[in-house]
């Protein structure tokens, strides 16, 4: 579900703002401030997991004061937008936005226990941070009102690959084209404009493809901003001719899309926890927090992969420009060696930060940072943050940030309850508790951390070794979320009920069968009725041209003419197989169902577009009846 920002309160407000002063009398405007504080829409009509049926269908919104309210401008008028929780009747979360308040609240309870260890009283509220990178492609609208799989699926499935694509990583350092720079800077000041911090605009590395960036915000609020930037940049993308995808995966063989949650905490009087300074060694409170975390990811990975799993983001997980399904952390040189001498008996040292010195008088020497980056871990520290590149580009980053602050809740809960009964109050044994509790965090964590090429075969084989968990597909990620030891972890932080975590594990499973229910329907349509005729009108024109050379005496090669005819009869089988494995779906179960649309509809899916495929490359360009990849990646 996403973040509901806007109550049915605003309509009172429209309305009340139309109405001649003298009308607007006391009473009326506190009727509007109650409304506006808690409305009641229905809490039935949308996917709630069995929370809610229609003959129980009450619920309330519930304003949101950490979020600020904006106003949503359009041609007609403008309306005040309040962003609210939304809950039922019973008080159970119907949003994801109560879910992230509680998972902040919980974060922030156990990181106050680990600051009084270290001296710190003063009570600031710790929050959980997060800037979300949006990647999107854009394609000119002309193109995509001509795909139907476009439109109702936001993908493309059918389509070859063209003669160029993103092979010589041209795009990425090339110039913004002129159309897109003008739709981005008007995005940007329609962001602003609804105080959503805009600090980075780029291309991306396929063509098509590019990129927009927040400043960091609390949580709560880098959630509910990422929702607003998804429907700005597609409703300004309308006025510039151009359509904005956030499928993970809109063109086949070309990089997807992500959207890169990077994730911190911290407070007012503390600033950032996971700013390890200039020597992270002797940074110990830092060093507390930075365990916690590789604990949480170690010991929670397949909530995580959970977290993230989708049907769109199946086609991307694992693919050549994201993560693998493998959840691992990369520390870089630098923590890695600082952990390193932990596990070994103690941190004396840290990797300088230096400087690079490229060789040419007039470029200064550069400060250089004390480790790589690794854009193939799906969980790395980059610096002051740790970056889930997994987060794919059509997701609400509400989940993600639920399941991180929840688990990293209870690996500080963890340290907390390890370093007091440790020190028993007494500040002088701290730093053996600390070091103790370090040495065993690394010992028992190790396998998770990964700072190698995540696309290689050969770390899948590692990690299987490691017994890291490779869930390659959404029907074998959402199991976790219903596992006993995932029940019990958001229970015991009051973060999610087990009747809320069974709901959404409901939900998220329809979802993911109704995504693939409609492509395959989508498929079974577009080669039946667009690409089956074309292919059957351009094997017509060979036959007769065929016929006709032979009538008149010239010998002439039919092999052009038995490949599409072959595959004219191998797209008629792989449809009807397709329509079979479609019907033969059994909904009684949800994970049953899930089972078989991932082991069976979406193979045979696959299969017809490898015929579609292979026939785009044959039938004439004017037979054929949707645009290209060639026709859409490069934007004019």
Not at 505 to 532: G, H, M, N, R, W
Request: glycine share 6%; hydrophobic share 40%.
């Amino acid at each position: 579900m996403a973040i509901n920002c806007q109550t049915d309160s605003t309509k009172e407000v429209a309305d009340v703002a139309r109405l001649p002063k003298p009308q607007l009398r006391r009473g009326k405007r506190r009727k509007l401030g109650t409304q506006l504080i808690q409305g009641e829409p229905d809490g039935s009509s949308f996917p709630t997991g069995g929370l809610r049926v229609t003959s129980q269908a009450r619920a309330y919104t519930i304003w949101d004061v950490t979020s600020p309210a904006y106003i949503l401008e359009n041609p007609n008028g403008a309306t005040l937008c309040i962003p609210t929780a939304f809950v039922s009747w019973t008080g159970e979360a119907l949003d994801k936005k109560t879910p992230v308040l509680r998972s902040m609240q919980a974060l922030n309870k156990q990181a106050q226990r680990i600051l009084k260890l270290f001296g710190h009283h003063d009570g600031a509220f710790v929050a959980s941070t997060a800037g979300p990178e949006q990647e999107y492609f854009l394609v000119d609208s002309s193109f995509y009102y001509a795909r139907p799989d476009l439109i109702a699926a936001g993908r493309t499935l059918f389509g070859s690959k063209p003669p160029k694509g993103q092979e010589f990583d041209d795009h990425y350092f090339g110039a913004i084209p002129e159309r897109v720079l003008a739709f981005m800077m008007e995005a940007e000041r329609e962001l602003f404009k609804l105080g959503i911090p805009v600090k980075t605009r780029h291309n991306e590395v396929a063509p098509g493809q590019f990129e927009v960036a927040p400043v960091f915000e609390s949580a709560n609020v880098a959630a509910d901003h990422q929702q607003l930037m998804m429907l700005v940049l597609r409703r300004t993308a309308e006025k510039y001719g151009l359509s904005c995808l956030m499928h993970e995966k809109p063109f086949a063989g070309v990089n997807g899309s992500g959207k890169h949650v990077n994730w911190s905490l911290g407070s007012s009087s503390q600033g950032n926890m996971l700013s390890p300074g200039d020597t992270p060694h002797e940074n110990a409170q830092f060093l507390v927090f930075c365990a916690a975390v590789i604990r949480a990811v170690y010991r929670h990975q397949g909530l995580l992969r959970a977290v993230v799993a989708s049907a769109g983001n199946d086609h991307r997980l694992g693919a050549n420009e994201a993560p693998p399904a493998i959840i691992s952390i990369f520390l870089g040189d630098q923590l890695t060696d600082v952990f390193e001498q932990i596990k070994a008996g103690g941190a004396n040292s840290s990797i300088p930060s230096g400087t690079l010195t490229v060789g040419v008088d007039v470029l200064p020497p550069l400060p250089k940072d004390a480790g790589d980056r690794n854009r193939t871990s799906p969980f790395a520290f980059t610096g002051n943050r740790f970056e889930f590149r997994a987060v794919g580009s059509n997701q609400s980053i509400a989940g993600p940030l639920v399941a991180m602050n929840t688990i990293i809740a209870e690996s500080v809960d963890y340290c907390a309850t390890t370093l007091e009964e440790a020190t028993g109050g007494d500040p002088d044994k701290l730093n053996a508790a600390v070091q103790s509790l370090l040495t065993d965090i690394i010992n028992e964590c190790a396998p998770v951390i990964f700072d190698g090429d995540g696309y290689s075969k050969e770390w899948h084989d590692e990690a299987a070794r490691r017994g890291l968990l490779n869930l390659k597909t959404t029907a074998d990620a959402l199991p976790q979320l219903v596992k006993p030891e995932t029940e019990e972890l958001f229970e015991s932080y009051d973060v999610l009920s087990a009747r809320e975590l069974h709901s959404r594990f409901e939900t998220y499973v329809e979802q993911y069968c109704l995504s693939i229910d409609v492509e395959a329907a989508l498929a079974v349509q577009i080669a039946k009725t667009q690409v089956f005729p074309a292919a059957i009108r351009y094997q017509s024109e060979l036959a007769a041209t065929c016929a006709n050379l032979k009538n008149i005496g010239y010998e002439f090669d039919t092999d052009t003419l038995d490949a599409v005819t072959s595959l004219v009869k191998s797209l008629q089988d792989s449809i009807a197989r397709l329509e079979f494995a479609i019907s033969d779906a059994d909904e009684s179960e949800p994970m049953v169902n899930a089972r078989h649309h991932c082991d069976a509809i979406l193979p045979a899916m696959l299969e017809v577009r490898k015929h579609v495929d292979k026939l785009e490359g044959f039938v004439a360009d004017d037979l054929w009846p949707l645009p290209t990849y060639a026709e859409m990646l490069f934007i004019k």
